[in-house]
């Protein structure tokens, strides 16, 4: 029986454009969802991750006060935002009193006094006749100093502006990722099968240990990254708070960033110390002293202890996801991001641990390497 070439090209065509509208329909309709639900991703995403890196503590918590999923969740949430977000109301409380009277003092009051600059500053390369000039104008007029340079100021404040309130959205954000945390722990089985289940659809069902890898990673970079740099910054911040130094809650932030971004909180320490030193009563500053040395090197005692039970994910991995979280998503993203990145590169370094090489390859098709036409005949 012949087959008409006409019909069958205009069938081919009508198939085509079938399934073309068909695909088309289905991502106009995942695009849709994702645009409605796209808001709620980064917090869902924390929420997860912590509830997979706090997971082992909400079990302990659950055997040692011998009470249900339910209770125990709500107790590990309440501790949760305890002990998160009562130091960062506290050390934004601060910051918010800092600005206030510099704005006073610079505007109501003007009793802003800035001391003169040491003549050694002057003598500094490129930049230190200018910076001169321009700082013993600021200590005799300060008005005068400011309106040189209003432009940056401008600049400087839109960006001040803009990170307070993306903080401030942050924090909302942070609180909302706990609340999910506590929500999905009691759930823990059925999201169990659930993420065994997706891992089965997308790499076979030998591959569910691919799930073992996320968990080992998330906890290991949750607990030995990110946990160390908040409890260092939260430290640091009591630490600022009780010595009296300005904007605390700014430099506590900043530890933070440098923590996660494994710069260290050093950098922000030694300065405040020297400040202290040369402001600030002698017993304040040697307090504070003896305070920064177990913050500043506690670290170096807790990250090999917790990075040791999970994956060795490279340093630069974490300040790459950081710094890039950090920048597209936020304080939230600052989280998530080193996390993520981690999790890909795991993931990504195991796929190409399983990649056969050339003879491997040979091998499972039957072939030995001498056997691929190039070698000399027997």
Same mark, same amino acid.
């Given at each position: 029986?012949?087959? !008409?070439? %006409?019909? %069958? !090209?205009s069938a081919f065509v009508e198939r085509a454009l079938e399934a073309a509208i068909r695909i088309g329909l289905v991502f106009l309709l995942i695009s849709w969802c994702f645009t409605i639900v796209r808001p709620f991703v980064i917090p869902i995403v924390w929420g997860i991750i912590i509830a997979v890196?706090?997971?082992? #503590?909400?079990?302990? *918590?659950? $055997? =040692?006060? /011998?009470?249900? %999923?339910?209770?125990a969740a709500v107790l590990f949430t309440l501790f949760m935002l305890l002990i998160v977000i009562a130091p960062t109301l506290m050390l934004s409380g601060t910051l918010v009193t800092t600005v206030k009277l510099l704005a006073e003092d610079l505007t109501v009051h003007g009793t802003l006094t800035i001391p003169p600059p040491a003549e050694s500053i002057g003598s500094w390369p490129l930049i230190g006749e200018p910076l001169h000039s321009f700082w013993n104008l600021a200590s005799e007029n300060i008005q005068a100093a400011l309106k040189q340079i209003a432009p940056q100021i401008r600049v400087v404040g839109k960006w001040l502006l803009a990170t307070a309130a993306g903080a401030g959205f942050g924090i909302l954000q942070f609180v909302f990722a706990i609340i999910i945390a506590?929500? @999905?722990?009691?759930?823990?089985? #059925? #999201? !169990? /099968?659930?993420?065994?289940?997706?891992?089965?659809? *997308? %790499?076979?069902?030998?591959?569910? !240990? *691919?799930? $073992? @890898?996320? =968990?080992?990673?998330?906890r290991s970079v949750a607990s030995g990254i990110l946990g160390v740099a908040l409890i260092q910054s939260l430290l640091a911040g009591l630490g600022f708070m009780v010595a009296g130094v300005p904007a605390a809650g700014f430099w506590a932030l900043l530890c933070l960033l440098l923590g996660v971004a494994q710069i260290g909180i050093i950098v922000v320490l030694v300065p405040v110390i020297i400040y202290l030193f040369n402001t600030a009563d002698t017993m304040t500053a040697v307090g504070f002293l003896v305070w920064s040395i177990p913050v500043g090197l506690i670290d170096n005692i807790l990250k090999p202890i917790l990075l040791a039970r999970g994956v060795k994910t490279p340093m630069v991995i974490i300040f790459m996801g950081a710094i890039g979280g950090f920048l597209s998503s936020g304080i939230i993203g600052l989280f998530v991001g080193a996390v993520l990145l981690a999790l890909s590169y795991e993931l990504f370094m195991l796929w190409l641990g399983e990649m056969p090489r050339t003879g491997e390859a040979e091998t499972r098709a039957g072939l030995s390497p001498a056997d691929d036409g190039t070698g000399p005949a027997s």
């Open positions: 029986m012949s087959t !008409d070439p %006409a019909a %069958a !090209d890196a706090a997971y082992p #503590g909400y079990q302990w *918590l659950q $055997e =040692k006060f /011998r009470c249900r %999923a339910a209770p506590g929500v @999905l722990m009691p759930h823990a089985t #059925g #999201g !169990d /099968r659930i993420a065994h289940a997706i891992a089965a659809r *997308l %790499a076979g069902k030998q591959r569910t !240990d *691919l799930i $073992e @890898l996320v =968990k080992k990673t998330i």
